[in-house]
Structures are given as structure tokens and as C-alpha cells.
């Protein structure tokens, strides 16, 4: 992609290295796939301000539940090491 990095990858979209990855967001629980980072002006009772959201879609499918980019972590598959019960 030739684009310039300062315009984004359009309609708001952000590059995040978390994305196709599975995450969590950590106050409510939900995992799922990190579908995009976007950023977005959201109405407040003072004007717009503009924000971050991480879209998550759950592993098997359906909407995708936007979150608060700072909250989300990368999970990871737990190895053969931390399922052994230890002695």
C-alpha cells in the first residue's frame, strides 16, 4: 500500500498490530477478533470529541462489539508447560 501513513487507511481507520488477533477487552470480558481500529468523533453534550474504538467480533461470528482501544490485551494460546499441573 502506497498510501500516505498520516492519512490513515481511510474512513477513520487505524493500523494497530493487534488486528486479525484475538483480544480481549479487559472490563467487560468479551473476546474476540480485532476486526479495526478507528478513530471517531463522538457526540458530547459540549461539542464532539474525537476517540479510539477497537471493533472485536466474537470467534464464531456476529457484531462486533466496539471497546475502548486502551483496553484491550492480545490473548494468547496457553502452552503444553502452563496446562501441566505442577508437582
Known amino acids: ?13 487505524e493500523q494497530h498490530e493487534l488486528v486479525g488477533r484475538l483480544v480481549r477487552d479487559i472490563p ?7 476486526m479495526a481500529v478507528v478513530r471517531e468523533e463522538i457526540p458530547t453534550h459540549s461539542g464532539t470529541r474525537t476517540t479510539r474504538r ?27 508447560d502452563t496446562d501441566a499441573p505442577t508437582p
Open 54 to 80: 477497537a471493533y472485536i467480533r466474537p470467534q464464531g461470528g456476529g457484531v462486533e462489539l466496539p471497546v475502548s482501544v486502551k483496553n484491550i490485551v492480545a490473548l494468547t494460546a496457553p502452552t503444553a
Open 28 to 34: 467487560s470480558g468479551f473476546e474476540g477478533v480485532l
Open 1 to 13: 500500500m502506497n498510501a500516505d501513513p498520516r492519512l490513515g487507511l481511510g474512513f477513520g481507520h
